[in-house]
């Protein structure tokens, strides 16, 4: 929270808050708890920033607290359990997740949770918990969907080991049912909506920069100086058969979102479970204090090392310099929204009176859709074609006049018979952002209604 608001408006916040202004049963590219929570968030802390980021730095914490219960309900002491809340603190993923508002916070939380229920279900708890585990999956199925891969690694950690007998229980269906049944509300939105989340995903299948550097996120996301405690806590809990089906729930869910394609972080929100185990491993391997403090440290000093590529500790100019937003892209996305609403309104009010009377602004993708509507005004009705943006859009729209963001010159020329430069977006730091040297087009003389234009020009990547 230190360093919550150093930097900007992240691009895919600026769509939350967008999205949270449109509550609905569901979103192209997500459920729709992310954007109800950040309409609540709203309400309390209007226009903050910090005020949004706290939520996911709460639920960054709340799976701290939770991987400590891991390793206690894995029999692991208060030396275990501190070592698997410390392993979460200076993990690279939770570092670097949690201080934007994102879906993948939520989802990380959601994920440490019903590993949590799924220990003490392991370990003989109440069958009736698998209840509470299906509701569990349910709200995550509301906050992100590649939450389903965990519940099909599950189901081959079950199958696959002596754990099996707990399938002859009714109670886990009854699970299952219930996170249905949750799932059913935005399934009806996607019914109405072509489908288009499944589209979506499609699209992004194999987005992973190669099956090689899949694994080599992995090891940068789980933390180099954290690999002995992943790959020992998931021998550890092979060894032990009233767990093995835990670790073949991280086998699994690791390979499963290798072969289908999936970006490297969709299965990092397992490695608490790693982490609990791994820590128990950690204490009972190493019986020397000092090695084990010394092994701590170093993995610490680790973290603080790499701290600015997860975290804007760093001010915004020595960020630019350094080039750090090369290789944390988060950081170049959160600057320039308020150059680029300044430079289409100036575009805007530089317009003949003519063009003022029917002019709309049409934004490439939601960033710039979502950067307009919350840093604009006095300008026109903003519309963009990109994502869930494509269904706020109104029913009629037969501008004669419009301001176009992003796209290029010969896509326009199929629906406008005069285009203009009008301007080139930048930013004071100049950070190379998806935005960054786009132009802004005037255009005048629609070959066809906006309108009827608009389903070419839905995008769903």
Not at 30 to 59: E, K
Not at 127 to 145: A, M, S
Not at 183 to 199: E, M, R, Y
Request: neutral net charge; contains cysteine; charged residues 15%.
């Amino acid at each position: 929270m230190a360093v919550a608001d150093r930097y900007g408006w992240h691009r895919d916040e600026l769509y939350y808050l967008a999205s949270s202004r449109h509550l609905s049963l569901g979103y192209v590219d997500y459920p729709p708890i992310t954007p109800l929570l950040a309409r609540l968030d709203q309400a309390i802390f209007p226009g903050s920033i910090p005020g949004l980021r706290l939520l996911t730095v709460l639920a960054g914490a709340a799976v701290i607290v939770i991987a400590a219960l891991i390793a206690r309900e894995l029999g692991g002491g208060p030396s275990a359990q501190a070592l698997a809340g410390l392993a979460v603190l200076i993990s690279p993923l939770f570092v670097g997740a949690n201080i934007l508002f994102q879906t993948v916070s939520f989802d990380q939380l959601v994920w440490a949770a019903v590993c949590l229920l799924f220990v003490r279900l392991l370990r003989g708890a109440d069958p009736r918990e698998w209840l509470v585990l299906g509701l569990l999956f349910g709200i995550g199925l509301e906050t992100k969907y590649t939450i389903v891969g965990l519940g099909v690694a599950m189901l081959v950690g079950l199958i696959a080991t002596p754990a099996r007998r707990h399938l002859r229980s009714r109670w886990p269906w009854f699970g299952f049912g219930l996170a249905v049944l949750l799932i059913l509300p935005n399934l009806t939105w996607q019914v109405g909506h072509h489908w288009d989340s499944v589209a979506y995903t499609l699209n992004h299948r194999g987005n992973t920069d190669g099956p090689v550097f899949y694994w080599v996120q992995q090891l940068l996301l789980a933390g180099p100086q954290l690999l002995a405690i992943v790959v020992m806590g998931v021998v550890w809990l092979w060894r032990r058969e009233q767990f093995r089906a835990a670790a073949v729930t991280i086998i699994a869910v690791e390979l499963l979102f290798f072969a289908a394609g999936g970006k490297a972080y969709y299965p990092a929100p397992i490695y608490p479970l790693a982490y609990a185990a791994g820590s128990i491993w950690f204490v009972e391997a190493i019986r020397r204090r000092w090695v084990r403090r010394l092994a701590v440290a170093a993995a610490v000093a680790v973290t603080l090392v790499l701290l600015p590529i997860g975290l804007p500790v760093l001010p915004a100019q020595v960020m630019a310099d350094s080039g750090i937003w090369k290789a944390r892209k988060d950081f170049a996305d959160m600057y320039g929204w308020p150059e680029l609403v300044q430079q289409v309104t100036a575009v805007y009010t530089g317009l003949p009176a003519s063009d003022r009377n029917s002019v709309m602004i049409l934004a490439g993708n939601y960033g710039e859709a979502g950067a307009l509507d919350f840093y604009g005004r006095g300008l026109p009705l903003v519309v963009s074609a990109h994502l869930t943006y494509y269904y706020w859009a109104p029913a009629h729209m037969a501008p004669s006049t419009v301001i176009v963001l992003g796209y290029p010159r010969d896509y326009l020329a199929t629906f406008f018979g005069q285009i203009e430069l009008a301007g080139t977006i930048g930013n004071a730091y100049g950070l190379h952002n998806e935005e960054y040297g786009q132009p802004i087009w005037v255009c005048r003389d629609p070959l066809i209604p906006l309108d009827q234009a608009w389903p070419t020009l839905k995008s769903l990547d």
